[in-house]
């Protein structure tokens, strides 16, 4: 009796289980891990000049425990805007935000639909997009619209193929928004002659946002069994970016490419993709990459060694202006 009569104590005095309350979307909780997140491994802080405990005290006070997601994505999208980086991106169910002005500060300076009517003869496709075929009897030209997929340079691979015999060639990245270094790396080794470093990168590694690993130096050198060694005009725009800068960093290296058009978006930061507590997902860029002389492409871009812009009459005439001056200065160096 003594222990039944403990049991029923026992029970009696025990509380009833309340279970935590879930606030995984918790509009404070959710905007401070931002915050925090960007704070802990953003790498363009001290490059860009940026104070972000300042844009904290900007856009905290706006965030509101009841507010609702559609604004609290505004408010985030707003403050990340500040960083001026086409590699931070934020994605909820309903919306997606990146910041573009790189893209849109200087002309389009293409139109590929004018490539294939007006240039381009024996034009052929690759399974993974890849545009190829002569602008030129003895000229071949390659667009790679993206370095995104898997094993592409096989589609390279078969575009020089299908080109043949060449004294010259046009590689056009414009409008090739990136990828994976995957693609990029191989391709160029396509096209190289022999190894040389092509740029220098560095990973935040620390709290403080001045905390990077030693400067890492990555070279480009011969790859693949299908190569060409002649002259190279390789084609770039504003909207030419990441991993097809990364591609443009190569072939600088290489003394018969030259590069015609405008220069280069301006972000190499290779971001990482992460996840907020109410499922929103956001990317942070994590290195910083540099020419072999040490000089951030982050926010200017590479400039090309002959800039030429597609001007409005140009467009009103069907042309293509920086192809045509490619073409001219490849057949000059036969």
């Not at 139109?111 to 030129?136: I, S």
Request: charged share 20%; with cysteine.
């Amino acid at each position: 009796m003594v222990v039944v009569a403990l049991a029923l104590s026992l029970v009696a005095c025990a509380e009833p289980f309340v279970s935590e309350p879930d606030n995984r979307d918790d509009p404070v909780r959710n905007f401070d891990q931002l915050w925090t997140e960007f704070d802990g491994y953003y790498s363009f802080f001290e490059l860009k000049q940026i104070d972000w405990a300042a844009l904290y005290r900007t856009y905290r006070p706006r965030v509101t425990p009841m507010m609702a997601p559609a604004a609290l994505f505004a408010v985030m999208a707003e403050m990340l805007d500040n960083l001026h980086d086409g590699h931070v991106s934020l994605h909820a169910r309903f919306a997606d935000h990146y910041y573009t002005a790189l893209f849109t500060r200087a002309p389009r300076n293409f139109d590929f639909t004018t490539v294939a009517t007006r240039y381009l003869t024996a034009e052929n496709q690759t399974e993974r997009g890849l545009r190829y075929g002569f602008v030129a009897t003895d000229v071949g030209y390659i667009w790679i619209p993206s370095f995104g997929g898997d094993n592409l340079a096989d589609d390279f691979d078969h575009a020089l193929e299908g080109l043949g015999s060449l004294r010259g060639l046009i590689v056009d990245v414009r409008d090739n928004e990136g990828g994976s270094n995957s693609n990029s790396t191989p391709m160029a080794g396509r096209l190289a002659d022999a190894t040389r470093a092509y740029r220098l990168i560095q990973y935040r590694n620390g709290p403080e946002h001045d905390d990077f690993t030693p400067l890492r130096t990555d070279s480009i050198g011969p790859q693949g069994s299908v190569r060409f060694a002649g002259p190279v005009a390789l084609l770039t725009n504003r909207r030419t970016f990441s991993a097809a800068e990364d591609f443009a960093l190569a072939l600088r290296t290489m003394p018969h490419v030259f590069s015609v058009g405008d220069t280069t978006g301006g972000g190499a930061g290779n971001p990482i993709a992460r996840e907020l507590l109410n499922g929103w997902s956001y990317r942070i860029p994590r290195w910083i990459a540099y020419t072999p002389d040490t000089v951030s492409i982050e926010g200017v871009g590479l400039a090309p060694d002959t800039t030429v812009w597609i001007t409005t009459d140009d467009e009103a005439q069907n042309r293509d202006s920086i192809l045509e001056v490619a073409l001219a200065m490849i057949q000059k160096r036969f």
